[in-house]
């Protein structure tokens, strides 16, 4: 049996069950009105339908984590492709868990999405099986990185519950047009712009490279030595997008054709230097230009803020309800991800570079996060913090597991820095 090859399959099995399982639960949530005369009864059948879809993808997702792992020799989790998967099958195990609790089906209406969205920007990462460097040859990298990835996943799931909470208590009615509802909408948006976003750079990468576009540059990179000799650096960038922006210090070598443009519109800030920094500009300016021709799509289809879309699906939840999902989602997270993100990553980091912390950007970005959520925890359960206030947290915590996550891997250069490749 080829292990890769079943892995490869299940994988994509995976993906669509989850595609799928995502759109029964919004015809559960949304379709309550073509039922004839017991839209409850229609909620439950197709909750279950959703619910059943959604566990099936996550059984293809377990086939493919386990059959990789057999196939290749080690555990998969030691690149981005690699750990980006397993997180979304985290977040999916999390969901699970904390749905056979509560039993509330409408975190679906979230936690599917962005399940998609971790595993769609997983795929974009070369997928061919690595051997593992000696930094990660330890059994440390099994304990270390699933448990901060599960700890993170429940912190996923809690922010889910709530944006959920969000959506439910935020005032959509006609007429709401005091500052406060104002502000308030505009937040929510703004939270679900990003996540469209998201989608933007999944839609950018695979669309240009389905399309083979291919774009090149020479940059020249002055570095002074410290006998104050100049050493000019020649590097060769390449980009798989039309480049909106050029590296910095650099001439086209060759550009294809795109909508009548084939150079550059300006070059990146004498600041930004780096050899793939032009390159990663040029990336997120199409991520937003993407995620915003989304954005500006669906409101032309639904003519209006897609908040007050998915608000009339929330409302016969009790907004306390899933204050407290919320809350005892991210009380599970926490502990694990205090383990595994610097307990175990302390313990590793003293084996294989002799000192239990050395200010590395994903360290201090991983006590960014740790210190956040214990403000979280604190200012809910001493000062009172509950509702609105306290899903405005789990947000703005979520975004710092997104940076941590991402913008330490693949920006800022460090000991983890192999992550990225």
Known sequence: MNWLDLSSSAFMAAFFLYCFGFMFYVVAFAGRKWSHGDPERFQRKWGKVAITVSSLGLAGHLVFFFARWIGQGHIPVSNMYEFMTFLGMAVMIAFVIISLIYRR???????????????????????????????LNSI??????????????????????????????????????????????FWVETTLFMLLVACGFI????????????????QEKVDVTQAGEAVTETNTVKYSMPPIVKPYN??????????????????????????????????????????AILYGLLRLLFRKQLGAVIHPMTTDIDPDDLDEISYRAIAIGFPIFTLGALIFAMIWAQIAWSRFWGWDPKEVWALITWLFYSAYLHLRLSRGWH???????????FVIIMFTLIGVNLVIAGLHSYAGV
């Open 203 to 218: 839609i950018s990468v695979f669309g240009f490279r389905m399309a083979g576009y291919e774009a090149e540059f020479k």
């Open 250 to 291: 650099s001439t086209v070598v060759k550009a294809e054709e795109f909508l009548g443009a084939n150079k550059p519109l300006f070059e990146a800030p004498s600041w930004m230097n780096g050899v793939n920094a032009g390159r990663k500009l040029n990336t997120v300016i199409w991520s937003l230009l993407t995620g």
């Open 387 to 397: 509702g609105k206030r306290s899903s405005w947290l789990t947000v703005i915590g």
């Open 140 to 185: 440390w990298l099994k304990i270390h990185v699933t448990t901060a990835a599960l700890g993170e996943a429940f912190l996923a799931v809690g922010f889910a519950a709530g944006l959920l909470h969000l959506l439910r208590t935020v005032n959509y009615s006609k007429g709401a047009d005091d500052a406060k509802s104002k502000k308030e909408r």
């Open 105 to 135: 089906l409408i975190l679906g209406i979230i936690t599917l999405p962005l399940v998609i969205i971790i595993i769609s920007y997983a795929s974009v990462f070369p997928q061919e099986v690595q051997p593992l460097i000696p930094a």
